[in-house]
């Protein structure tokens, strides 16, 4: 539903080419998401739910979440909504397991679909090669 709405609705349009700009996703593979999804959701988590959510509650946790997130206002929505969901997993399971497997299932679905988007709509970019020059080994 969310892609739907990102394929027609300004907010989520730019969302999705701050996204896809910004992480260059054309030129990512399933195991660049699947790190990536691993780095986002685990030490996010492990901050927001295990440490910051105990002393702030769900709510404010959760603001504070959409306001590190919060590239565009409608992403902040997103963020907060999110937050507070994800919260909520946390207490009612007293486990930070639940709430870092939906984060990691929702980053990898997303970067997913947004990668394949911009593969399909996007000129490849060559990747960044640095090669080694005969001054290379006077800089080191």
Not at 60 to 75: D, E, K, Q, S, V
Not at 84 to 109: K, N, R
């Amino acid at each position: 539903i969310l892609w739907f709405f990102g394929q027609h609705y300004s907010g989520f349009i730019e969302i999705r080419e701050r996204l896809v700009n910004t992480l260059d996703l054309a030129n990512f593979r399933l195991w660049d998401i699947v790190l990536l999804s691993i780095v986002a959701a685990i030490p996010e988590e492990i901050f927001f739910r295990g440490a910051v959510q105990p002393i702030f509650g769900v709510l404010l946790t959760a603001l504070i979440f959409g306001a590190l997130h919060a590239m565009t206002p409608l992403y902040f929505i997103y963020a907060v909504t999110a937050g507070v969901g994800l919260g909520l997993m946390a207490d009612w399971h007293a486990s930070l397991w639940l709430p870092i497997a939906a984060h990691f299932a929702v980053d990898v679905v997303s970067l997913y679909i947004m990668a394949r988007w911009a593969a399909q709509n996007l000129p490849l970019q060559p990747p960044i090669i640095i090669e080694d020059t005969p001054d290379s080994e006077s800089l080191g």
